[in-house]
């Protein structure tokens, strides 16, 4: 186990790394960070030299690839880290310069215990990218077929672990001060950024989730998942089809190659609805550097290590709120509030309404330009302290990855309007599986597997309480009030003097008859 020691010397490590940066000064000014906390930002800011505009990307890019990862969370965290920070965030590039090649084919080497020929004819020694967690090589197998090969970084995870644990120290403690670090949870954040960093150092599951996301969106025209190669693939290395086609960033390109902008930027939406609403499935890495067009205009997405995923009851709440906001039915998004327990009961739903009323009119009535999920999303953060709404981190992951989609889509197409785009599809999800039909079956469906369990269910009551065999049961005897003696419920170790007590009187009884008959 980590001494507090260690976690204090990487906290102060950090701490000054981040002053530097100018990225402690908010920390230190916002009236709601704990004393303790502003204390020790103070102690570690002293005797640096600050820029005037706090630059929080390069700061967690001198950190290390753990605080690359962590960054790009708390990016969708406004509440946390205030709307400047946030901004700032999104801007970080997850790019490291690269690991040298001969360290990374003793890697392929390792995890597949074979030498590299028997895998690849060739592998380019130059990479195509290199993240904090991988980076990825063109080769070609051994059958010639031309692949994308990622590998982890060598001693990525043990690294990951080791920062991971102080994250989680730091945030307990933060917790622990109370006030308004219990409302924005901070180890559940760290918890969250935990499971979704160890399933990316892990390329069986990013694997899996491409499989899982490529059977979700089969049925979807114009949408593709690149092929992966399992006989290839371990938990160091994945080995994936490789992708001929045109960053969705170069509008240029898109343009020569004659796509369609405007239809691209729609497709793109609905694609992203299907995932979140439809399947509860989505790809959470969406930026301009993970999605290619290829010559027919199919969108093809690259990267699964984030993947998001929303329960079947999240998805109807999330769905029914984002048609109130579109049609201005505010009360409703207000009743979802209360029923999802997002806010607490003691308030009031007709305030609540109130207040998003506030956030969701002034976007009504504009020029689509100028319409913005990402800006409503941060006012609804805003909102959220007044009425001690805990955050969601599953919707925090939604948040982003909209805000993402929104910036893709706007850059293809300036005019397009995503609540337009989005309104017709979630209205007939809505009716398709919250109409009366859809009820109506589902009930039929739940029935039907309660009835297929009562079976099952009376076998296990039966294993539960036998039925009785054998000799026929004692009739039930009579309770006796004892004179002498101790409970039964206190032992047997402590009966003795009962015993002893009725032997005296025994005795005293037989000598009592003894004496009269010799009287007589």
């Known amino acids: 186990m980590t001494r507090?020691?260690?976690h204090l010397y990487r906290l102060w490590k950090w701490g000054r790394t981040l002053a530097r940066h100018g990225a402690l000064r908010g920390i230190e000014a916002d009236p709601n960070v704990p004393a303790p906390v502003r204390r020790f930002v103070r102690a570690a800011r002293f005797g640096t030299r600050q820029p005037e505009r706090p630059?929080?990307?390069a700061a967690f890019r001198a950190i290390g690839p753990a605080a690359i990862k962590l960054g790009q969370t708390l990016a969708t965290r406004p509440d946390i880290v205030g709307d400047e920070a946030a901004h700032n965030l999104l801007s970080l590039q997850d790019s490291l310069p690269p690991v040298p090649f001969e360290d990374i084919a003793q890697q392929i080497e390792r995890s597949f215990q074979a030498p590299i020929d028997r895998i690849f004819a060739s592998i380019d020694p130059v990479p195509v990218g290199a993240a904090s967690i991988a980076q990825v090589h063109r080769?070609?197998?051994?059958?010639?077929?031309?692949?994308?090969?990622?590998?982890?970084?060598?001693g990525i995870r043990e690294q990951f672990a080791r920062d991971i644990q102080t994250y989680e120290w730091a945030a307990a403690h933060l917790e622990a001060v109370g006030g308004e670090a219990v409302r924005l949870r901070p180890r559940l954040t760290i918890a969250n950024f935990k499971r979704w960093t160890n399933r990316e150092l892990?390329?069986?599951?990013?694997?899996?989730?491409?499989?899982?996301?490529?059977?979700?969106?089969?049925?979807?025209?114009?949408?593709?998942?690149?092929f992966i190669d399992w006989d290839r693939t371990n938990g160091r290395v994945m080995t994936i089809e490789w992708i001929d086609g045109i960053k969705v960033s170069d509008i240029a390109g898109l343009r020569a190659a004659g796509i369609d902008l405007p239809d691209l930027a729609r497709r793109l939406v609905?694609?992203?609805?299907?995932?979140?609403?439809?399947?509860?499935?989505?790809?959470?890495?969406?930026?301009?550097?993970?999605?290619?067009?290829?010559?027919?205009?199919?969108?093809?997405?690259?990267?699964?290590?984030?993947?998001?995923?929303?329960?079947?009851?999240?998805?109807?709440?999330?769905?029914?709120?984002?048609?109130?906001?579109?049609?201005?039915?505010?009360?409703?998004v207000a009743e979802i509030h209360f029923e999802a327990q997002y806010v607490p009961s003691y308030h009031s739903v007709d305030e609540f309404a109130t207040a998003l009323r506030a956030v969701g009119e002034p976007m009504r009535g504009k020029p689509v330009s100028e319409l913005s999920v990402g800006q409503m999303l941060d006012s609804l953060f805003a909102?959220?302290?007044?009425?001690?709404m805990q955050t969601q981190p599953h919707l925090l992951l939604l948040q982003k990855t909209m805000v993402m989609v929104e910036g893709i889509a706007t850059q293809l197409d300036p005019q397009i309007n995503l609540w337009d785009v989005a309104a017709p599809f979630v209205r007939d999800w809505i009716r398709d599986e919250l109409g009366p039909e859809a009820m109506i079956a589902d009930r039929i469906r739940r029935d039907t597997d309660t009835l297929l369990r009562i079976p099952e269910l009376i076998r296990r009551i039966e294993e539960k309480y036998p039925p009785k065999g054998g000799a026929p049961e004692a009739p039930p005897l009579p309770e006796v009030d004892l004179i002498v003696g101790a409970p039964r419920d206190e032992g047997e170790g402590r009966r003795w003097p009962g015993y002893v007590a009725a032997a005296l009187g025994g005795a005293a009884l037989s000598w009592l008859a003894a004496y009269a008959g010799w009287l007589a």
């Open 55 to 57: 630059d929080y990307a």
């Open 202 to 226: 892990d390329l069986r599951r990013e694997a899996a989730s491409a499989s899982e996301l490529a059977a979700v969106m089969r049925g979807v025209h114009g949408y593709a998942i690149p």
């Open 4 to 6: 507090p020691i260690t």
């Open 270 to 332: 609905l694609a992203f609805l299907t995932q979140a609403i439809s399947a509860g499935f989505f790809h959470a890495d969406m930026h301009q550097g993970n999605l290619f067009v290829r010559a027919d205009g199919t969108i093809v997405a690259i990267d699964f290590g984030i993947m998001g995923r929303i329960d079947t009851r999240a998805r109807q709440w999330l769905a029914e709120i984002l048609y109130g906001l579109t049609t201005g039915n505010y009360r409703r």
């Open 139 to 154: 080769g070609v197998t051994t059958d010639g077929r031309t692949v994308a090969i990622k590998v982890l970084r060598p």
């Open 383 to 388: 909102i959220t302290r007044e009425f001690d």
